[in-house]
């Protein structure tokens, strides 16, 4: 997950607040992976709204992705948590959401139903667990077992429609300028405005978000 993170704030942070158009195989040169990994993180990236395609093997960021890019080299929690912002309407959050119903699952358990019948080799599934951890959807504890946070069950009732899942590896083009959605009931907007108006009311927003899922079973 380390290389596939590194792979967004690269692609990122090259296209820039600019939005110029990168190609993937520019990415893989500079994260040492092949181009074949960087286009795939990508193409997910895409998915959730972090990057949009430009053709084949070329993405530009989106609004959203530049902003997580931007606050993750000032606050990695606060970028975490506009991650999960844009997760909101991906459709892993309610299939997570139902499996993790009953109870904890370990995470290769979670992995296999949120891979389902989709194509790609099992360590898809695991891919989409980190991501989920990543934004603090779930919590993995030191067994390997994954919980649910609040943030979970919060997004997937939030009654916005989830993005099907993917069946072909097309390109399609996405709309650019995305917003990042809202998180927990916050918009990016309202987020930036409590941080200047109050910085330490927002910084105690940050420490008890990040003490809740701290607070998560072990």
């Known amino acids: 997950m380390r290389r596939q993170w590194q792979v967004v704030l690269t692609a990122a942070l090259a296209s820039g607040e600019q939005r110029l158009v990168i190609t993937s195989a520019d990415?893989?040169?500079?994260?040492?992976?092949?181009?074949?990994?960087?286009?795939?993180t990508l193409r997910?990236?895409?998915?959730?709204?972090?990057?949009?395609?430009?053709?084949?093997?070329?993405?530009?960021?989106?609004?959203a992705g530049w902003t997580i890019a931007q606050r993750w080299q000032e606050d990695q929690t606060y970028a975490r948590l506009l991650l999960q912002g844009v997760f909101r309407p991906?459709?892993?959050?309610?299939?997570?959401?139902?499996?993790?119903?009953?109870?904890p699952l370990p995470a290769d358990e979670l992995a296999r139903r949120l891979l389902g019948d989709l194509p790609g080799k099992p360590r898809r599934g695991m891919y989409l667990v980190e991501w989920l951890v990543l934004a603090l959807l779930v919590h993995r504890d030191q067994q390997g077992m994954v919980w649910p946070t609040p943030a979970l069950r919060e997004q997937a009732s939030s009654g916005v429609a989830a993005l099907p899942a993917p069946v072909r590896e097309e390109e399609p083009e996405q709309p650019a300028g995305q917003?990042?959605?809202?998180l927990m009931g916050m918009t990016n907007r309202k987020l930036d405005e409590l941080d200047e108006?109050?910085?330490?009311?927002?910084?105690?927003?940050?420490?008890?978000l990040t003490q809740?899922?701290?607070s998560l079973p072990s």
């Open 212 to 214: 809740l899922v701290k």
């Open 197 to 208: 108006r109050d910085p330490q009311g927002f910084r105690a927003f940050l420490d008890n």
């Open 179 to 182: 917003e990042l959605d809202a």
């Open 27 to 40: 990415v893989a040169r500079e994260v040492g992976l092949t181009p074949e990994t960087a286009t795939q």
């Open 44 to 63: 997910f990236g895409r998915e959730v709204g972090l990057f949009i395609s430009c053709g084949r093997g070329k993405f530009a960021v989106t609004e």
């Open 90 to 103: 991906h459709w892993s959050v309610p299939v997570a959401d139902t499996a993790l119903q009953p109870g």
